[in-house]
């Protein structure tokens, strides 16, 4: 027979597995700790809250969301290296996600204002381009006229 313990347990690690925000009492079951000592440690160590699931975000949110996460970590990183000694692996690594993270945003146009300022650009370009081809137009006709006035050679 399984003790009320072990089923609580194994009931916080699935719930955890599953994607389950990590809480005092989730981890105390796991651990098999009380949760106001975990709630001590946790406040010692400055432990991290994580972060609440995506549903509901909008792509913005949520790259906006691992922006922070990725600042918070340079943050992190910085305040760590304060005696000159720099965790090389973790810098390369937050290095790469900034970069994977940008261009994420670049592919969906993510930024707030960016698929606005592409139209806006769009459209200056179509109106450049549309003045091109009237000031084209406008000096064929020109010298159509002039050829046929005999004021200037076709060739």
Known sequence: MTSAS????WSAMRAL???AL????LLAAVSRKRPK??????IREGWRVAAKGTEGLTLAERISRLANLLVGEMETIEKEGKGGTYDKARI????????????????MGAEPGK??????TDAEKADILRRVDERIVELARFFAEEIVAGRADAG
């Open 6 to 9: 072990t089923v609580a347990a």
């Open 115 to 120: 698929q606005e300022q592409q139209k806006k």
């Open 92 to 107: 390369e690594t937050v290095a790469a996600l900034t970069r994977a993270l940008e261009k994420a945003g670049d592919l």
């Open 37 to 42: 000592t975990i709630e001590r440690r946790a």
């Open 17 to 19: 597995y599953e994607g």
């Open 22 to 25: 990590p809480n005092a009492e």
